[in-house]
């Protein structure tokens, strides 16, 4: 079984700050994980996602996310934040099978402020 | 090309009332998923299809709920005698492969609302 807990149902920051959007997972399995994207009135956009190469994972738009086995966490960032990066963000994690879906956190709304 | 489309975009029904979801996914894309978006609850799975396959149904909430897929490709999400409860955004997506293989393609959803 999996399960993904994200911290924080919002976030805020100013434009220029970094952003960090916390996920910490549980897995019976080794996990694959995820970040999507949801912008308003939109479907999902995947971020990007970890499937056992490099534990740092760089996605679009200048995300990037970082595996820690010990911590059981793969909390994204950004460097520097921008107004369009205002969304809901998703964590997700998967079991590293064919036949596994995507379980996902209840997300973090980032609030970007000029 | 073109993307995952959901009808209709707003659905509003009176409670008892049964309603029907649609989805068409990507073409070519073998897998096909349905969830269910409540506020400040995230995404709930609720069913899967993969080709041929029987659908993987571990997440409808109740006996109420029932889709299927034609001909491998567009998805019906069937709600009977909805709820209050019910009321919520579903999502479809679909992916070129089953499980993790396959970035899920989104659809913008359905916003259904039971009175």
């Known amino acids: 079984a999996q399960s993904v807990t994200q911290l924080g149902s919002h976030v805020s920051v100013s434009e220029g700050a970094l952003v960090l959007l916390r996920c910490n997972y549980s897995?019976?399995?080794?996990?694959?994980l995820f970040w999507y994207v949801q912008y308003p009135n939109q479907g999902l956009q995947l971020l990007l996602k970890?499937?056992?190469?490099?534990?740092l994972v760089k996605g679009i738009n200048g995300f990037e996310a970082e595996f820690k086995k010990s911590e059981t966490s793969f909390h994204l960032t950004k460097p520097s934040a921008h107004m369009s990066d205002a969304a809901e963000y998703f964590c997700?994690?998967?079991?590293?099978?064919?036949?596994?879906?995507?379980?996902f956190g209840k997300g973090t709304m980032l609030l970007v402020s000029p | 090309g073109a993307g995952v489309s959901q009808s209709p975009s707003n659905k509003v029904t009176e409670k008892g009332k049964d309603v029907e979801l649609r989805c068409d996914p990507i073409?070519?894309?073998?897998?096909l998923y349905w969830y269910r978006q409540s506020l400040g609850q995230g995404l709930e799975f609720l069913i899967y299809?993969?080709?041929?396959?029987?659908?993987?149904k571990s997440g409808l909430p109740s006996d109420r709920f029932s889709a299927e897929r034609t001909g491998g490709s567009v998805s019906t999400l069937t709600i009977q005698r909805t709820q209050q409860e019910d009321s919520a955004v579903y999502l479809c997506?679909?992916?070129?492969?089953?499980?993790?293989?396959?970035?899920?393609?989104f659809g913008p959803g359905t916003r259904l609302t039971v009175t």
């Open positions: 997700a994690v998967s079991g590293a099978d064919r036949y596994s879906t995507l379980t």
């Open positions: 897995s019976s399995v080794p996990p694959y």
């Open positions: 970890y499937t056992s190469a490099a534990t």
């Open positions: 997506a679909s992916s070129l492969y089953q499980g993790f293989l396959g970035e899920q393609y």
């Open positions: 073409s070519g894309h073998t897998a």
């Open positions: 299809f993969q080709g041929n396959s029987a659908p993987d």
